[in-house]
């Protein structure tokens, strides 16, 4: 596997932890870590195997570092990249929007090319209403440090098992 490229956007901080969780759990030799606050876009470019990482703000939007970093993705070619999509949210407060920016921003990155990977199963959750569940599956992975924390580890070591085979 390729080494994994990770940008990250947080505002209170929960997304930058799982992040940092993550790279550890691939293993530093394996994944680089960025906050896309203090990152060029073009950092992108490097890495075939990515994980775009964000919390959920507004109702159902992306993390405003991500939203800055958005436009100057939109101008690098992403074809054949293996992009995988990881999403904080908070399922007992926002129940209707859990997650939501994931559709949109799947659906713009395949449109450019990209291959998504990484989906999962929506079971042990409960919410109403997501734009992150595609065909009854996640279109990444949500991890809830508001009401699930003590999932989180499991869910993210289950994560890079997947990912480990998904990535090239
Ligand atoms: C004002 C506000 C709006 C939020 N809107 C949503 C939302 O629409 N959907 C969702 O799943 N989570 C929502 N959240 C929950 C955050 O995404 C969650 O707390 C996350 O862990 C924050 O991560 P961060 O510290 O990395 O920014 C919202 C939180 C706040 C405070």
Redesign the pocket.
Known sequence: MDKVGIFY????????DVATRLRRAFGEEDADLYDVSETPADRVSAYRNLVFAA???????L?DDWERFLPALRRLDLAEKRVALL?????Q??PE????WMGVLADELTAGGAVLVGRTEVRKYAFSASNSVRDGRFLGVVI???NQAELSAERIEHWVRQLRSEFV
Not at 9 to 16: A, K, L, V
Not at 55 to 61: A, H, L, Q
């Open positions: 956007g947080s505002s209170t901080g929960n997304t930058r919390s959920t703000w507004g109702t159902g939007e993390q999403a904080l949210g908070d399922q407060n926002y929007t859990f997650a939501g809830d440090e508001d």
